[in-house]
């Protein structure tokens, strides 16, 4: 009860007793000329201006300040065994058997650490294509799909992500540095021989999803900066060989 009655003096002090203070010096301050009961001399005409000004603008911020922090000091909370049934829920779910999501940072790693791999067939530095689904055109303005580079593990770019200061800059813009799987890959045209290997392999890419896509980035045209791709990173082998 002495905790309310407290908070309840302080709102009142706060948001109506010094705003009107500083309400009424400035009043004063501007117009004391006009009120004669508050005659004041020439000489103190600036400084109570000024005084009235600075009173009247730390008050209204105080008030506030305190409204800002009375509002949520009164926000609901729950009762400790509210708390208690709601953190078991919490739990359960966690601990329930649905999926979760796949971790960023192993599907598209983006920190300079090197992913080791180790590729059965070296020298490899093979583009394709991936066309969009019905699902992934139909929300916005894209092009057709994404172009991607698949190399080995001697490549020099091998297990970086895509926006890694080692990899090749390319115009049109990398989104993607990673692994994609065996049935993606064959889906893609992969070779089998290849692809059944997938984890041993290293994918660069980039994507027309953009706002700057649009049907002019067409499927000749993804094919075609594929190959450019792949010909900017073939290029990266014969520097190293070099």
């Known amino acids: 009860?002495?905790?309310?009655?407290?908070?309840?003096?302080?709102?009142?002090l706060y948001c109506y007793v010094l705003p009107a203070m500083g309400t009424l010096l400035l009043i004063i301050a501007m117009f004391h000329r006009e009120l004669d009961s508050f005659a004041v001399s020439p000489e103190s005409d600036t400084l109570l201006k000024v005084t009235g000004l600075i009173l009247c603008a730390s008050t209204y911020w105080a008030a506030f300040m305190y409204w800002n922090s009375f509002v949520r000091e009164f926000q609901v909370v729950m009762e400790q065994d509210e708390f208690d049934a709601y953190s078991e829920h919490l739990y359960n779910m966690q601990s329930s058997d649905v999926e979760p999501e796949p971790d960023m940072e192993e599907v598209y790693p983006t920190t300079n650490s090197?992913?080791?791999?180790?590729?059965?067939?070296?020298?490899?530095?093979?583009?394709f294509v991936r066309e969009y689904l019905e699902e992934e055109s139909r929300y916005g303005q894209c092009g057709w799909g994404n172009g991607y580079v698949l190399i080995s593990s001697d490549h020099p770019a091998s297990g970086l992500g895509y926006n890694d200061e080692q990899v090749p800059y390319f115009e049109c813009e990398?989104?993607?540095?990673?692994?994609?799987?065996?049935?993606?890959?064959?889906?893609?045209?992969?070779?089998?021989?290849?692809?059944?290997?997938?984890?041993?392999?290293?994918?660069?890419?980039?994507?027309?999803m953009h706002i700057y896509n649009s049907s002019i980035n067409n499927e000749d045209w993804v094919r075609r900066e594929a190959i450019e791709l792949a010909d900017l990173f073939r290029k990266e082998f014969i520097e190293e060989v070099d």
């Open 1 to 12: 009860m002495k905790k309310v009655t407290l908070k309840l003096i302080g709102k009142i």
């Open 114 to 127: 090197r992913v080791e791999i180790d590729s059965p067939i070296k020298g490899l530095c093979l583009p």
């Open 174 to 208: 990398l989104t993607f540095g990673g692994q994609f799987s065996t049935e993606m890959l064959e889906l893609c045209g992969i070779d089998k021989d290849i692809a059944k290997d997938a984890d041993k392999y290293w994918v660069f890419g980039f994507d027309t």
